[in-house]
């Protein structure tokens, strides 16, 4: 039987952090707001997030804090980083899934409570529109990552989160913190209610 509240763990970078909003405007608070008011009884989310980390560091630092599972809800949410530092769609290939797999475990080795969180498209933000980026070779490197974690998260028996659209979504300056590029409370909102949906599928998994 699963305890009394359920254990939520969320990996990834600043969007898990939730760089320039308040831990509760994130969307793991709010995904967990969410799965209270649908009667579901969840402790704080973990969360294991820097602002920066790609692949790599995200592994180094479940190295050096490593988590302690079971959780009843993972989530995965990284690559942007990995994508700004100009790492090609193979190099992400070997770190994401081992990623996963890593993330699978934590979840009790049941896959359907794992949740990817596409990676959102920053281009579209008024910080890269400034700094003069090639904001459709972003979008179209971004799409690229997507598919690959899109195919190894339903490929695993994973579930995957599209948020990409919604973050193509904000050029409102309502959905962005004031450094221009990360997302506001309000469009975490958004990102949570999309994931809500699989977060209640994955919490009906058991053994």
Same mark, same amino acid.
Request: net charge negative; no cysteine; hydrophobic share 45%.
């Given at each position: @039987?699963?305890?009394?509240?359920?254990?939520?763990?969320?990996?990834?970078?600043?969007?898990?952090?939730?760089?320039?909003?308040?831990?509760?405007?994130?969307?793991?608070?709010?995904? =967990?707001?969410?799965?209270?008011?649908?009667? !579901?009884?969840?402790?704080?989310?973990?969360?294991?997030?820097?602002?920066?980390?790609?692949?790599?560091?995200?592994?180094?630092? @479940?190295?050096?804090?490593?988590?302690?599972?079971?959780?009843?809800?993972?989530?995965?949410?990284?690559?942007?980083n990995?994508?700004? =530092?100009?790492?090609?769609?193979?190099?992400?290939?070997?770190?994401?899934? #081992?990623?996963?797999?890593? #993330?699978?475990?934590?979840?009790?080795?049941?896959?359907? =409570?794992?949740?990817?969180?596409?990676?959102?498209?920053?281009? !579209?933000?008024?910080?890269?529109?400034a700094?003069g980026?090639?904001?459709? =070779?972003?979008?179209?490197?971004?799409?690229?990552?997507?598919?690959? &974690?899109?195919?190894?998260?339903?490929?695993?028996? #994973?579930?995957?989160?599209? !948020?990409?659209?919604i973050?193509?979504? &904000?050029?409102?300056?309502?959905?962005?913190?004031?450094?221009?590029?990360?997302?506001?409370?309000?469009?975490? %909102?958004?990102?949570?209610? %999309?994931?809500?949906?699989?977060? @209640?599928? &994955?919490?009906?998994?058991?053994?």
């Open positions: @039987m699963r305890p009394a509240a359920v254990r939520f763990l969320a990996l990834g970078d600043s969007y898990t952090i939730g760089e320039g909003v308040p831990r509760e405007g994130g969307w793991p608070a709010q995904l =967990r707001a969410l799965l209270g008011g649908a009667g !579901v009884a969840i402790a704080a989310p973990e969360i294991l997030a820097t602002t920066g980390w790609t692949t790599d560091e995200l592994s180094a630092a @479940m190295d050096a804090n490593p988590p302690e599972p079971p959780y009843d809800l993972v989530t995965l949410l990284i690559g942007v990995d994508q700004y =530092r100009g790492r090609g769609v193979d190099a992400y290939r070997d770190g994401f899934r #081992a990623l996963l797999g890593r #993330a699978v475990a934590l979840a009790g080795d049941i896959a359907r =409570r794992v949740i990817v969180v596409s990676i959102p498209d920053w281009g !579209v933000t008024p910080f890269a529109q700094s980026r090639d904001t459709a =070779r972003i979008a179209r490197e971004i799409d690229g990552f997507n598919e690959l &974690a899109r195919e190894a998260a339903l490929g695993a028996g #994973a579930s995957f989160a599209d !948020v990409t659209g973050s193509r979504q &904000a050029e409102s300056a309502a959905l962005l913190v004031d450094d221009g590029l990360h997302p506001s409370a309000a469009q975490y %909102a958004h990102w949570a209610a %999309a994931i809500l949906p699989l977060a @209640m599928q &994955a919490l009906e998994a058991e053994t």
